[in-house]
């Protein structure tokens, strides 16, 4: 036994000894595209654990038991490579940067393409190269980064969307934003919004981003999709373009890596010297002025709606101390004058009063790798913002993980969980409403902390001499900002879950099988609560005395006896205003794909597959009234409350749902002839619920044709050495989109129909729109050619591209009979023709072994004309500040009175129709002539973009900025004159040069300071109109062309040693300034950014912003 036990020893033994004389050592180096050594790359035995990182130089050694193991090798951002050892002892390999490997492929959403198989316009972004740290909002990262893509930041809001058009959107009066699609499936918007809708400040703007539940650190790519034959597989849902975004995976035969983020941000407070503003001393002056003119009295302060300093010196003359047995102020013209002098010299910075340079924290953890038959991607991430203002404040936790798996050689499953939680605090917010009569906007209990800063008057004072809080009057009722935020506020709350699988199957030698599904839900509540403490609780219970009860609007009055005295029906507690937005939506496409190489010149690619969508959303809010915060919540409500928002066409509750149903059959076909002849046709057929009921309206074909010419590839440019790539490409073919009016059926709302006596009002049923029987797609016929060019090895390449947008059946408001129940309808009648040009150059200047630099440059420019169209806008719909429509121009176009100077006494001038500058003649309902005499001034939005990018490498050093313009676009600036000033009024520093006595007029535009005396003999109403006219005169227009530094980085990637030393994989920290400064815009926006508008509400401009960010991987 013990002899057998022996031989068994030896046996293993020897069996060791022969296993390690059979083990390898490999040694080698580790290079990028570029040839410079990459250090921390990884070296593994496939199908196995063993491995080992390269060093600073790229070099390593591995041992591995055989010549038949398979070494894999990647790196961060690289393609993985595989090579066997063979008889080979040293490997060197090359691991192709993924952003080039990225740009050699186009990514669709339903397909990946060979660029060189591709004939639409697409362009590829890598989201290492354009990710702003600090920027949570993908949608912020692509200006200035590709040709024809337009960003307006028109909020800076968590959670706001900013304003994107792709080759200057292709509808009038519908949607231009872009679809997003997220690996592979449409991101559907929570909130459909309008420009309008989104530019208006209200809470509902909080919600518009389709990707706000994104982590901008789990994005691998973008492309954006731009032509007819880019989005043709989109048909009917590719009006104005796509966004194509493709998240983070795992990759197989890859060691796990942990990677740790993180993002700390501080935004600069706004200062004063920023805009132009007068400051309290010059203030009082105008304040003076007032007085003098009968702007102010005891009884305007202590019973009108608003009342600033002097309000507060009239209650202290008024209030009787019996501790004292005085007056707190005595009422004569040295103590008034006194007690002026100390507001006169406050010059409040409400700036600092509400902002704060808070620090913005973003953590991201993620862990990628992958074995033999399985890869995974998985991230946690977490967004602190305390919050710009004391006003708001903003969490964010996301989650993804994304695992693919190989079942068999012909069967592959993906499987892929997003969700993200947020909590938002923001300012309490009304919406905001349009003024059509004397022009402009309202929006009742403006508390946005940006507005107040800039609206409210710096004579007056957050605390008092005491250190209280000092209150002034606002609505009847006292007001201090302090207060009224931390009484009026908005907590909203998102949860937004998605789950999608994806199946591949090998059905054939290159016949295979593709299915892709997609499960989202989104939940979004918003909190209103308005206490019992708020100015607006307060001004609900203003009822002081008889003239109080009589101009408040606030209190009720019974319709059915409008001579009775006002009253006060919410006595008690405050306001509770509840909104709830919910997404249900559901994707499901199948897919065949067939591919097949003949004779090694014959490429064949065919596409087919049908697609089926489901989106339900619904609204659910609630205004309650007399609910009690202090008292636990305890309700108390007069129905009179209930009667008064009844019968102001403020329904107290209400439930709205919308449920879109789709399906789509769609055919694509690519033959390419030796890599040289591309020719591609696209067939889709797709119908939608939303449209109207007959089958032509319901239904709509849309079509591709294209081909590409490859001429890099022909003999005679085959070794070319300064020709590297060229190729030409053209397309021609038909896509749509929704129109406006989605809605098959017809849809009625309530109202209360004001008759001619005050106070009559009666219950009505208005038909918002009629029944949508015929009314179809929004459609576009675009052409495009387009050249793609690269020299020297591609150091240099150029993209250009030449287009035509034939934008026909689009929706357009068209004067009828009023047979059927509306005078105006809805019909796919108007047209619309863009035409523009694009070009995209990117460069390597330098590349050394130690330094290289890059630059990356885009420049766009569209014509757009409106060729067909019967809508007649009024005055208003042309000068406000969003532009409007007309025959002959662009879509949005400005339209201003045409200023001509002030009068003798200081009035301002227009010429209006027929030559008249007659006040009674201006009107802001008018639509007789309006185009004779108004002065058209240019589109509002842009149709010139570009950018210029830079980035500086030295050793582990890299610098890069870039720089964005826009151009081509007027801009309304603020308005600020008006005939209901007050002592809160806030006055522009122009107004220093205002009209003061006769012979003025010959020096200055700025209008006078109208007396109460004028404005009683000329009419209140009437002299109000003239100076909204003012302000939305063509002395009111600038120039909206600017040119931003968008951002500026500087990053350190530490060496090997320094990673031996903490034990990890990579090290690197950057420091970035996001929208430092403006380079250039018009001198006469004096402070007001071109891109944001003042609209207040929860809108915030964006500001600077300065970054720290770690990278740690283990």
């Known amino acids: 036994m013990r002899q057998k036990l022996t031989y068994v020893l030896l046996w293993v033994l020897s069996a060791v000894g022969l296993s390690y004389a059979q083990e390898l050592t490999i040694t080698g180096v580790v290079k990028d595209s570029d040839g410079t050594p990459l250090p921390s790359a990884s070296v593994v035995v496939k199908g196995t654990s063993h491995g080992v990182a390269t060093d600073l130089d790229g070099k390593y050694s591995i041992k591995v038991p055989n010549n038949k193991t398979v070494l894999v090798f990647s790196s961060l951002g690289a393609k993985t490579v595989e090579r066997t050892v063979g008889a080979n002892k040293v490997i060197n390999v090359t691991l192709q940067d993924e952003a080039q490997q990225l740009e050699g492929v186009v990514v669709t959403g339903y397909q990946e393409f060979d660029r060189s198989k591709f004939t639409g316009n697409a362009q590829t972004l890598k989201a290492d190269n354009i990710k702003m740290d600090g920027v949570v909002d993908v949608g912020r990262m692509i200006e200035g980064r590709a040709a024809g ?57 909080l919600v518009s981003s389709a990707i706000s539940g994104i982590n901008a650190n789990d994005i691998e790519s973008i492309e954006i999709l731009k032509d007819a034959s880019a989005l043709s597989l989109y048909g009917a849902r590719a009006l104005n373009g796509a966004v194509i975004i493709t998240t983070k995976g795992g990759k197989r035969n890859m060691k796990t890596q942990v990677n740790y983020q993180l993002e700390e941000s501080v935004r600069m407070v706004p200062t004063y010297s920023q805009y132009d503003i007068m400051n309290s001393q010059e203030t009082m002056d105008v304040y003076q002025e007032l007085e003098r003119k009968g702007y102010f009295s005891l009884s305007s302060h202590t019973q009108g709606r608003y009342g600033g300093v002097y309000n507060i010196m009239y209650r202290a003359i008024d209030t ?51 074995g033999e038959n399985a890869s995974i991607y998985g991230s946690i991430g977490f967004f602190a913002d305390p919050g710009w203002t004391i006003a708001d404040r903003v969490h964010r936790v996301t989650g993804n993980l994304k695992t693919s798996y190989t079942l068999s050689p ?93 199946l591949e199957i090998k059905l054939a030698k290159g016949l295979k099988y593709n299915f892709l599904g997609s499960v989202r839900h989104v939940k979004s509540s918003s909190e209103h609560s308005i206490t019992e403490d708020s100015n607006v609780s307060n001004a609900y219970r203003a009822a002081e005395t008889t003239i109080v009860r009589q101009q408040n609007p606030f209190l009720f009055t019974d319709p059915n006896d409008p001579e009775a005295i006002a009253k006060v029906v919410m006595p008690e507690g405050g306001i509770f205003k509840l909104s709830e937005n919910n997404l249900q939506s559901y994707y499901f496409r199948n897919a065949l794909e067939f591919k097949r190489l003949l ?35 305890t309700v108390f409500t007069d129905y009179r409350a209930v009667q008064k928002a009844i019968d102001e066409s403020n329904p107290y509750y209400g439930k709205s749902y919308t449920k879109e149903r789709g399906i789509a059959f769609f055919s694509q076909g690519t033959y390419t002839y030796d890599n040289r002849y591309v020719l591609a046709g696209t067939l889709n057929y ?209 339209y201003s009175y045409d200023f001509i100077g002030l009068s003798d006494k200081g009035m301002p001038l227009f010429n209006l129709l027929n030559g008249s500058t007659a006040y009674q003649d201006i009107n802001f309902q008018s639509i007789t002539n309006i185009l004779s005499y108004l002065k058209k001034e240019g589109a509002v939005e842009p149709n010139i973009t570009g950018g210029l990018s830079n980035t500086f490498r030295y050793k582990n050093w890299e610098l890069s900025a870039l720089i964005t313009v826009q151009a081509g676009n007027k801009i309304r600036k603020a308005p600020q004159y008006s005939v209901d000033y007050n002592d809160l009024s806030v006055f522009p520093k122009e107004m220093r040069n205002r009209w003061v006595a006769a012979g003025d007029e010959q020096t200055t535009n700025i209008p006078a300071i109208p007396s109460k005396r004028t404005i009683t003999e000329l009419g209140e109403n009437t002299l109000r109109r003239v100076y909204n006219a003012y302000n939305y005169s063509s002395a009111r227009v600038v120039d909206g062309s600017f040119v931003r530094m968008k951002s500026i980085s500087l990053s350190y990637t530490f060496g090997k040693e320094v990673l031996d030393a903490l034990r990890v994989s990579n090290f690197s920290l950057r420091l970035q300034a996001t929208n430092p400064f403006l380079i250039y815009a018009d001198k006469d926006l004096n402070g007001q950014d071109p891109e944001f508008f003042r609209s207040g509400g929860v809108a915030y401009p964006v500001t600077s912003q300065y970054t720290f960010t770690i990278n740690l991987g283990i």
């Open 149 to 205: 893509v337009n960003v307006q930041n028109i909020s800076g809001t968590f959670g706001t969307s900013p304003k994107i058009t792709i080759r200057g959107g292709s509808s009038i009066f519908g949607d231009t934003k872009p679809l997003w699609v997220v690996d592979g499936a449409v991101q559907e918007e929570v909130v459909p919004l309008t420009f309008e809708q989104l530019a208006s400040g209200d809470a509902s703007t």
């Open 320 to 370: 009787y101390d019996p501790a004292t047995g005085k007056f707190l102020l005595e009422n004569s013209d040295a103590a008034r004058a006194a007690f002026l002098r100390k507001y006169e010299y406050a010059n409040t910075d409400w700036f600092k009063t509400l902002f704060r340079p808070s620090l913005t924290q973003n953590h991201t953890v993620s862990l990628s790798g992958g």
């Open 410 to 502: 012909n069967v592959k499953i993906g499987i892929l969980t997003q969700g993200s939680i947020r909590t938002q605090k923001a300012p309490g917010t009304f919406a905001r409403k349009e003024n059509t009569v004397s022009g402009g906007y309202d929006r009742d209990f403006d508390i946005n902390p940006f507005s107040y800063a800039l609206n409210t008057s710096r004579t007056l004072r957050p605390y008092d001499d005491n250190g209280n809080l000092e209150y002034y009057r606002y609505n009847y009722a006292k007001m201090n900002i302090l207060n009224e935020l931390a009484n009026n506020y908005i907590d909203l709350n998102v949860i937004e879950l998605k789950l999608q699988g994806d």
């Open 599 to 633: 004779k090694d010149v014959h490429d064949i690619k065919i596409f087919l597959g049908q697609e089926y969508r489901h989106t339900d959303r619904d609204n659910n809010n609630f205004t309650g009234y007399g609910y009690q915060f202090n008292r636990g919540g």
């Open 686 to 894: 797709e119908g939608t619920n939303q449209l109207g009921r007959s089958r032509s309206a319901r239904w709509l074909p849309t079509w591709n044709i294209s081909g590409r010419w490859n001429a890099s590839n022909e003999k005679f440019l085959e070794n070319n050495s300064t020709i590297s790539n060229l190729a030409f490409r053209a397309s021609y073919g038909l896509i749509a989109g929704l129109s406006p009016a989605s809605n098959a059926l017809p849809i009625f709302r309530n109202a209360v129909m004001e008759r001619y006596r005050s106070g009559d009002k009666e219950s009505a049923i208005r038909i918002s729109s009629l029944q949508n029987s015929e009314l179809t797609w929004e459609k576009v016929y675009e052409s495009n050619l387009g050249l793609e060019l690269g020299l020297f090895k591609n150091r240099l390449n150029l993209s250009a591209d030449i287009y035509q947008k034939n934008s026909k059946d689009l929706i357009d408001y068209v004067n009828t009979s009023g047979i059927g129940g509306q005078r105006i309808k809805l019909a796919n009648n108007a047209s619309m023709v863009t035409k523009g040009i694009e070009l995209a150059l990117d460069t390597k200047n330098i590349k050394t072994d130690n330094f290289s630099w890059s630059t990356g440059i885009n420049f766009a420019y569209f014509n757009q004309e409106i060729t067909k169209l019967s809508d007649e806008p009024n005055v208003y719909n042309l000068v406000r500040d969003l532009g409007g429509n007309v025959l002959g121009g662009a879509r949005n176009t400005l």
